[in-house]
């Protein structure tokens, strides 16, 4: 190496300077921009990395992918049953089924879909839900 390539001892003070003095100001504007660090903060980032990813489905994609698990299941072939999405991972279930064990299996095997966090069981049973009640059925009014 020759000597006019080597820094002098005033010249290594400055550049060390210099870089400390934008990792400082780099770092001030990070934190004011993403926000302080706490032990809170750090511990929860920590325990979203160690957990196993899991699947988040956008709205419409959670009533697509019920509606497929639906579809799949071969004891529910040919009952016409609506997945209307609400929200993230969470849909409701429209539609008449013949039986409750069918319901319950829809409400089931909706739920067991990756990435379905929560079902809203809507469906309605022939012959139980449609069928109209006597006058003699119905609650009395018992006020006072």
């Known amino acids: 190496m020759r000597d006019r390539d080597r820094l002098g001892g005033m010249q290594v003070i400055l550049w060390t300077g210099l870089g400390l003095g934008a990792g400082l100001v780099a770092g001030f504007g990070l934190s004011e921009w993403i926000g302080g660090i706490s032990r809170h903060r750090f511990t929860g980032v920590a325990r979203r990395l160690r957990e ?81 009640r006597t006058r003699d059925a119905r609650a009395t009014d018992q006020s006072a």
């Open 52 to 132: 196993p990813s899991r699947t988040r489905l956008t709205t419409s994609a959670s009533a697509q992918a019920v509606l497929a698990a639906l579809q799949a299941e071969p004891r529910l072939a040919g009952i016409p049953v609506e997945a209307l999405p609400v929200a993230r991972g969470v849909v409701e279930l429209r539609g008449w089924v013949p039986t409750r064990a069918a319901r319950t299996l829809a409400g089931r095997t909706a739920l067991a879909t990756p990435g379905i966090e929560s079902v809203i069981n809507s469906l309605l049973v022939r012959g139980e839900d449609d069928v109209q």
